[in-house]
């Protein structure tokens, strides 16, 4: 490679993955935050004012009847996106909340026993996670200061595989651990994790937020007994689009932890007795009514994924990242910006993430430029030049304009805080 623009462009004309036309992009803008929050494609779009118009039409037959009858869509959702996390259809859901479905599988799966009473986490995890660890360990009776065990990371932003496995104690009933650290953006070995967990007898579930539709997953070959992840991350589904979950059908069966009226058998829900008939699948995690217009934009945003397929995306995915950490490299040297993803590719997820003192500054000046990246408090900068609608030239662009911010110190023009949401 070189270092010119034309080389970019030269790798833009080359490649054959792009959505970038069916989505909605500012012309003056980069937008490099895809996995904070995917941006508004136009088949996404269609799909909400498709469903939208379905209650304009049908009322309260709309649960029934139209395209996407609104009864059924978690189902159809979850089988849409069984291909997307390597699952089997009836072992995935879309339903809840990424925060609310860690709840519902750790109320189902932790069944503390004799020894056996501890969760395992880790220490670098995303607040939510950890939050809902700790509630569910209190509502168990024990003090997650004992009970929630979180591994140490020995650089302060990975975790070492082998560090893991040596917190798989016999004082261990379950662990839960990302698929993608947030920050880092370090790939977690999912398959080897699952394997050494199951080994030791204890179940294992990943917080999938910052891989779905980033890397591809094979959860069912793993073996891996259950996960969850949001929508509108990678996956473009909008602000608050519902979750989705995956359990693994060796579990099938179970009564959910948390159980409603939607984890019902389909055929027995309207029948309204007051004993619960659980969904034989994954279905069976569903608690109330669904957020049908949460759930919308999904319909249109899959119908890409799916064409597209996750190999593709994951190759110009790798492509797009190593381009910036070469570009990062040779531009950017000598100004502090310390570049924290593993090198490996294998190790290596969608998103870049670099660390500087005044890393709060700096993303203002790159918004007043017309770069959106994402902040991560105390000194973080996230990047994530996503394969459906990202270019290299906007990676080339978006270096040269980091270059001129460090270089003729344009984040002093800035206050060095963080803003309410990031
Ligand atoms: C984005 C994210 C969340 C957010 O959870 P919500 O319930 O959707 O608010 C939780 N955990 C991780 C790891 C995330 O990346």
């Known amino acids: 490679m070189d270092f010119t623009r034309e080389y970019a462009i030269g790798m833009d004309a080359g490649n054959d993955l792009s959505y970038r036309e069916e989505f909605y992009i500012k012309e003056d803008g980069i937008y490099l935050d895809g996995n904070s929050l995917g941006l508004l494609s136009k088949r996404a779009e269609k799909s909400l004012l498709d469903l939208l118009d379905s209650w304009k039409h049908h009322g309260i037959d709309g649960w029934t009847e139209g395209d996407n009858p609104w009864f059924y869509l978690s189902e159809k959702l979850g089988k849409e996106m069984a291909p997307i996390v390597g699952a089997n259809p009836e072992e995935v859901i879309v339903s809840g909340s990424t925060t609310v479905n860690l709840h519902q599988l750790v109320s189902t799966f932790y069944k503390p026993a004799g020894k056996r009473t501890k ?22 009776g024990y003090d997650p200061e004992e009970h929630l065990v979180q591994v140490r990371s020995a650089d302060g932003h990975t975790l070492r595989e082998e560090d893991i496995v040596g917190a798989m104690t016999d004082e261990i009933a379950l662990i839960v651990l990302p698929g993608v650290l947030y920050r880092s953006g370090q790939v977690l070995d999912m398959e080897h994790l699952t394997a050494e967990a199951h080994k030791r007898g204890i179940e294992i579930g990943f917080d999938l937020c910052h891989s779905v539709g980033s890397i591809p997953h094979s959860l069912s070959d793993w073996d891996v007994d259950f996960a969850f992840w949001c929508n509108y991350k990678h996956l473009n589904g909008g602000p608050g689009s519902t979750g989705g979950l995956f359990v693994n059908k060796r579990h ?40 049908i217009f949460s759930m919308a934009p999904i319909i249109g945003s899959l119908s890409m994924f799916n064409e597209a397929g996750m190999e593709r995306i994951r190759e110009k995915s790798l492509k797009l990242t190593g381009y910036m950490i070469e570009l990062i490299q040779h531009e950017l040297d000598g100004h502090g910006l310390i570049l924290r993803n593993p090198l490996d590719e294998k190790k290596r997820g969608g998103h870049i993430y670099l660390e500087h003192p005044e890393a709060a500054r700096i993303c203002k000046a790159l918004k007043a430029e017309g770069v959106i990246p994402d902040f991560r408090a105390p000194n973080g900068i996230r990047l994530a030049p996503v394969a459906l609608y990202n270019t290299f030239e906007e990676v080339w662009k978006t270096v040269q304009i980091l270059k001129g911010i460090m270089e003729e110190e344009k984040y002093k023009q800035f206050e060095n805080k963080r803003g309410v949401v990031a």
Do not use: C
Request: net charge negative; proline share 5%.
């Open 119 to 140: 969760i395992l986490a880790d220490e670098l995890n995303f607040p939510s996670d950890i939050y809902a660890l700790q509630s569910q360990v209190k509502l168990k």
């Open 252 to 291: 099938f069966g179970q009564v959910p932890g948390l159980a409603g009226w939607f984890s019902s058998r389909k055929d027995k829900q309207f029948d309204m007795e007051h004993v619960l008939t659980a969904a034989e699948d994954a279905g069976a995690y569903q608690i109330g009514t669904p957020n």
